[in-house]
């Protein structure tokens, strides 16, 4: 009841006296408290907290999030995490206007302001910063996709941006998008709709942010995800990472883009230099996910991997039955410490249990 009457609150760590910075969150489901445990917490061990009501937030934003009327500009402080577009990006080959794209994150920015993602590429113009496209679909008999735009079978766009905001411990955007059908007679349907919900934590040492999409049937007829090596959450990396080879995947089973394509790790990490520097992205596969760990598509000589359920078969969302996955992403200076990857994917996986004990006064 306390969290539907109120909107801020003050936490307090009982044995130190610290104020913590508490958010509450309404948009992912329903409401809850998200606080960020900065210090370690020992497997087993117990932490207390004092909850009161506030009339506003005692702590100040740390994590803004802004409209351009073309994206949404995330930010951590002073530094940029990325920006989402909502707004078409058009293709900058006019000879190939189809590659034009909405509801994708880019630029995806590390803490030191250097851009690690890509757009465009010449090599495959049809990659787009942080994506979610099926590469081989079947709806109402016909074949479709939302990954290969010259095709011109179907497409990715975004449709609604739901709502977004910041806080001392998140911000956040909620945002719908839509598969479409470009084959269909009569005009393009609808295949599929998607909830992306996207959380950006208060860190700005390493940025950490959350997406969790939910992929539902737009209509009553089922959608198959065909059996394919790739398609899915999806990355493509650095422009320099490409033309020069210097990138690679680092994976929890220690593979790399030697030995890594179509293995099913928890976590990959895609890295390499800029401007001398070594900087990358993991991504964690959520333990809900359908077919966790999922297969994932390692490229060797291009700097994208996508988490592909459909490479060992295919699978049916069904009217009614929303297919839902999750991913974390850690953007990251320098070379990846694995033991703290491990350490953030069994945190993601398996976040700590909350007891609320009622107050006797």
């Not at 609604?160 to 956040?172: D, M």
């Not at 790399?256 to 520097?277: F, H």
Request: net charge negative; glycine share 8%; aromatic share 12%.
């Amino acid at each position: 009841t306390e969290l539907a009457d109120h909107d801020h609150f003050e936490l307090v760590r009982i044995d130190t006296d610290e104020r913590i910075p508490v958010q509450v969150d309404r948009h992912g489901g329903q409401p809850t408290l998200v606080w960020i445990l900065r210090d370690k917490l020992d497997a087993g061990a117990v932490r207390r907290y004092r909850l009161t009501s506030t009339t506003k937030s005692p702590n100040p934003e740390r994590v803004t999030v802004t409209d351009d009327g073309k994206r949404l500009l995330v930010k951590v402080g002073d530094k940029s995490v990325f920006a989402y577009n909502h707004a078409i990006v058009p293709s900058p080959d006019s000879k190939h206007p189809y590659y034009a794209r909405s509801g994708y994150i880019h630029p995806l920015y590390n803490p030191s302001g250097q851009i690690v993602t890509d757009d465009f590429n010449p090599d495959h113009a049809h990659q787009h910063g942080i994506m979610l496209a099926w590469r081989k679909m079947t709806f109402d008999g016909r074949e479709t996709n939302g990954w290969d735009q010259q095709a011109g079978l179907g497409k990715v766009e975004h449709a609604e941006l739901e709502a977004f905001g910041g806080g001392p411990v998140f911000g956040f955007f909620k945002a719908t998008l839509r598969h479409v059908d470009l084959t269909a007679p009569g005009e393009p349907a609808a295949v599929l709709d998607e909830t992306w919900y996207v959380r950006t934590y208060a860190f700005d040492d390493a940025f950490l942010f959350d997406i969790a999409s939910t992929q539902t049937c737009a209509s009553a007829k089922p959608v198959s995800i065909d059996t394919i090596h790739y398609g899915g959450m999806t990355i493509r990396g650095h422009s320099d990472w490409h033309e020069q080879g210097n990138f690679d995947y680092l994976t929890d089973e220690g593979k790399t883009k030697a030995d890594g394509n179509q293995t099913r790790p928890r976590w990959v990490d895609l890295s390499g230099p800029i401007a001398g520097q070594t900087t990358g992205t993991l991504i964690m596969d959520h333990n809900s996910n359908f077919r966790f760990p999922q297969p994932v598509r390692l490229h060797p000589t291009m700097p994208y991997f996508c988490f592909t359920p459909a490479s060992i078969g295919s699978f049916t969302i069904q009217p009614g039955k929303p297919y839902v996955s999750r991913y974390r992403f850690h953007v990251h200076d320098g070379s990846l410490d694995v033991n703290i990857a491990n350490r953030m994917w069994y945190q993601y996986s398996d976040t700590p249990k909350v007891q609320i004990v009622e107050s006797a006064e």
